[in-house]
């Protein structure tokens, strides 16, 4: 988990909301080239891309479109680069939300979040233990039992093929997903101390997997 020179260019989707350089710093800690950044060519060129979020959903995709990053985030997330949505982030991949009915989603993933049942308190704002439910990257080298930490009233009705990772909270909840070369995560693990680490560099590993040597690593100096 120690940063050993340069790591991989990880672009982090800066839309305006929120506190969005906190996954930036959490990336730049296990050894990532992490970059808080607007810039479409920077994204296009990264190793990796990143979509944090916090907040309503209708509001999150209104500053993703605005800004020309819902884009981005489609383009990305079919490249076959590694892909990272984290919270609010996760919920942008689906193809919309109960908290804002009338406002599509990004359509990336299957599905639609729901509100979490009026059994629990709402927020989920809490640590809770994670099932890992097969193997995956992002939890590599992660010990049970995992606990993380969860801020959100909503959750994806996720596709059971590409559930990595529940949680009990008035029933399985699914914290983590994961197709191909896309993970999202409803978890902040950039909240969630050295377990959050451990899972954040399971991401920066397959990110430094996947650049070619001369080819996507070779561009980061044009954006420096």
């Not at 819902?70 to 490249?79: F, L």
């Not at 909503?154 to 993970?183: I, K």
Request: net charge negative; aromatic share 6%; hydrophobic share 45%.
């Amino acid at each position: 988990m120690s940063p050993s020179g340069p790591g991989p260019l990880i672009a982090v989707l800066d839309y305006g909301i929120g506190n969005l350089r906190s996954a930036q710093k959490a990336l730049e800690k296990v050894g990532a080239d992490a970059r808080l950044t607007s810039d479409h060519g920077l994204i296009r060129d990264a190793d990796a891309v990143v979509l944090p979020g916090v907040g309503a959903f209708g509001a999150c995709m209104a500053a993703l479109h605005a800004t020309g990053m819902a884009r981005e985030a489609i383009d990305a997330a079919g490249s076959g680069r590694p892909f990272l949505g984290i919270c609010v982030g996760m919920q942008l991949l689906y193809e919309g939300s109960e908290e804002s009915p009338d406002v599509p989603g990004l359509g990336v993933l299957p599905g639609t979040l729901r509100r979490l049942p009026d059994t629990v308190k709402r927020p989920q704002m809490q640590w809770n233990a994670l099932d890992v439910r097969r193997p995956s990257a992002l939890f590599r080298t992660v010990d049970d039992p995992v606990w993380v930490y969860f801020v959100h009233s909503y959750a994806a009705d996720a596709h059971a093929d590409f559930v990595v990772a529940t949680c009990d909270y008035g029933g399985p909840v699914a914290a983590a997903v994961e197709r191909g070369a896309l993970w999202a995560t409803q978890f902040h693990p950039e909240k969630s101390g050295g377990t959050g680490l451990e899972i954040l560099a399971g991401f920066v590993a397959a990110a430094a997997g996947a650049g070619a040597p001369g080819g996507v690593a070779a561009t980061r100096e044009d954006h420096a």
